[in-house]
């Protein structure tokens, strides 16, 4: 069973180039694979399981950013050595923004005036109870990207502090 998931065909095709490098960092020849494609699919499968975790180690350790849209919710997780920081933003109501499409930041302050809205701050900071990595990959199978959107991030935050100064 590979530790997070394997990967697709189109994944494993578009990787190609890396596979044949662990192919053969594993000795494993040209020759070797088409052999072992042609009458074992246990050790088949067992290789792309490797490199599937292999994969998924190398780029979820890399992740500093994930970012969640829904229609009238965003949320952002910052990825520190220690702990998950999660800023958000929520929206009840008619809002003429959908977080699924690009906005600018400007627009955000526009909800706060409109009567009609009723938008909420989501924060918290969350310590790894699992590994890192598996946590980050739990979050990017519940509909989390990979974002380099660290603006966004800080816009929220800013925001939140402003807004929570006013009350």
């Known amino acids: ?12 095709n578009q990787l190609e180039e890396i596979f044949v490098n662990f192919l053969a960092a594993n000795s494993i020849t040209a020759q070797d694979w088409e052999r072992i494609k042609a ?11 490797q490199f599937s975790d292999v994969v998924y180690e190398k780029t979820l350790s890399n992740v500093k950013l994930l970012e969640k849209r829904l229609p009238n919710k965003i949320l952002m997780y910052k990825i520190d050595k220690d702990k998950i920081i999660l800023e958000g933003l929520e929206v009840v109501g008619d809002s003429p923004l959908d977080f699924r499409h690009e906005f600018n930041l400007m627009d955000l302050n526009s909800l706060f005036t409109d009567p009609n809205l009723e938008v909420s701050f989501i924060e918290g900071r969350k310590p790894y109870f699992e590994e890192k990595n598996k946590e980050i990959f739990d979050l990017m199978e519940s509909g989390a990207m990979i974002s380099q959107n660290s603006a966004l991030f800080d816009a929220l935050y800013l925001l939140k502090n402003d807004y929570a100064e006013e009350e």
């Open 1 to 12: 069973m590979p530790k997070y998931k394997l990967l697709s065909t189109e994944e494993l």
């Open 39 to 49: 009458t074992d699919q246990k050790q088949m499968n067992s290789l792309i399981e």
